[in-house]
């Protein structure tokens, strides 16, 4: 099946995109101090100037702004609109892959979730659950009304939906636990739980097992390839001791849940075929 899309629908894709990531962008900043997403309306930290409508249009205004304040000249970070752009590209990306389908939104809007876990993970060590407890309902309810459209999606059905977040918590639960055991120290946050839960409703027991692998494999690399060494050097320069920074397992996670989702059934089908079940 190749899904017939024409450029006004990738055009439209991508500014709703472009708009969703404006929002996320809220939820980025705003989740992890505890704030609400809804009041007050965004304004500059340093003038508190509000930012219009005609500053607030994602990726352009920045542009135009050239990433100042109106007001003040403060700087203005290039997170924003990479946000922005990151985003439209995937909604345009999403609807390039599934066409103009409700298999599209599903896996458009679960790719913005993960996107806002992972920077959240990244930058404050915290998964919030405005992200997750979001997700978690958006992967079930849309699983049961894709089981009426009856449309095909990468996605697990409302029952495997079930087993999966179970399996999914579950499994990271126990390898926070035994890693927690093993180091003697806090190995895991909850936030990954959580997180899990959200990927294993997506995908279902298989694909989430696949996406702990990816995101564990993902972490070792960059974390013993990058991290350690530059962090390791930079202390023996400094001449103090090398305290090994904490591993944000969900910057990991976030992105082995997409290739689980996209490419993991070939993938498992492939792994039980080579060992011949
Ligand atoms: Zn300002």
Not at 163 to 168: E, N, Y
Request: hydrophobic share 55%; net charge positive; proline share 7%.
């Amino acid at each position: 099946m190749t899904p017939v899309t024409v450029w006004p629908e990738l055009l439209f894709a991508f500014v709703v995109g472009a708009c969703v990531g404006s929002f996320l962008n809220v939820c980025i900043t705003r989740w992890p101090h505890d704030l609400s997403v809804v009041r007050p309306r965004s304004r500059c930290p340093r003038c508190e100037r509000p930012i219009t409508a005609l500053d607030n249009i994602p990726i352009l205004s920045w542009v135009l702004l050239r990433g100042k304040c109106r007001g003040c000249a403060l700087p203005i970070s290039t997170l924003y609109p990479a946000i922005e752009l990151i985003t439209g590209l995937g909604w345009l990306g999403t609807v390039l892959a599934f066409g103009p389908t409700f298999t599209a939104v599903r896996v458009a809007v679960l790719g913005t979730v993960l996107l806002g876990i992972a920077v959240t993970d990244a930058r404050h060590y915290l998964i919030p659950d405005g992200f997750t407890v979001f997700g978690l309902l958006w992967v079930f309810l849309t699983a049961v009304v894709g089981t009426m459209l009856n449309q095909p999606s990468p996605f697990a059905d409302p029952y495997d939906a079930m087993i999966g977040a179970c399996a999914g918590a579950g499994a990271i639960a126990i390898a926070g636990w035994l890693g927690e055991v093993a180091l003697k120290k806090e190995a895991m946050g909850f936030g990954d739980v959580t997180l899990m839960a959200v990927v294993g409703a997506a995908v279902g027991p298989a694909r989430a097992m696949l996406t702990i692998f990816f995101g564990a494999l993902i972490a070792t690399i960059v974390f013993l390839g990058v991290v350690y060494p530059y962090g390791w050097l930079k202390a023996r320069r400094n001449k103090v001791e090398f305290d090994p920074p904490q591993i944000p397992f969900g910057v990991f996670l976030a992105p082995a849940a997409v290739i689980a989702l996209l490419w993991g059934d070939s993938m498992v089908s492939a792994y039980t075929n080579s060992i011949g079940l």
